[in-house]
């Protein structure tokens, strides 16, 4: 699987660093770009960021074209910044761009927003995503499988985007009946 993962200025940085590791364990071809607004958040959040593949402003990179092959793209985190150019096609970063393209081509395409609360803004942009076939996922972990360390909670996230993706993993315990 040929996958984009772009990790923006939204809070919860380790989301998108842990996802891009648990693709790579799991042998994907996994391609970062990463927003100028995270390298900020990071900053803050004293969080380490994977090398980035692309730079956000290039929008000759091949993700920003219908014609190049890739299967899916992951926003983790999202913004509302982001979230809001996706969907009203503001194509003018690279991240915006391909996510434009996964939804033209109908590739898979992930959003997990870390907000709260959502203003009724945010949440029509998650409804003009949805109605174009993208999936939005909340950073909202369970806590059925009991999480001991905030690591926990964050592979539970990662874990569910792994699932959308229908990669194979061991991040959390699943729910029993």
């Not at 982001?82 to 096609?89: M, Y």
């Not at 998650?126 to 690591?151: D, Q, S």
Request: aromatic share 6%; with cysteine.
């Amino acid at each position: 699987m040929r996958i984009l993962v772009a990790i923006t200025g939204a809070s919860g940085i380790g989301y998108g660093t842990r996802l891009v590791k648990s693709l790579k364990k799991t042998k994907q071809e996994t391609y970062t770009v990463i927003s100028k607004g995270a390298f900020l958040v990071a900053k803050e959040e004293k969080a380490t960021l994977p090398k980035p593949d692309f730079e956000e402003n290039n929008l000759a990179a091949p993700f920003a074209s219908g014609s190049h092959k890739f299967d899916a793209m992951v926003i983790c985190p999202c913004s509302l910044k982001t979230l809001g150019e996706i969907a009203n096609g503001v194509g003018n970063t690279l991240i915006s761009r391909a996510a434009e393209v996964a939804l033209k081509e109908r590739r898979k395409l992930v959003l997990v927003v870390r907000e709260t609360p959502f203003s009724l803004i945010a949440i029509e942009n998650m409804r003009l995503v949805t109605l174009a076939g993208g999936v939005i996922m909340p950073a909202c972990p369970g806590f059925y499988h009991k999480p001991k360390k905030v690591e926990d909670l964050m592979d539970f996230v990662v874990g569910k985007v792994l699932d959308q993706l229908e990669i194979q993993h061991k991040l959390f315990k699943r729910w029993k009946q």
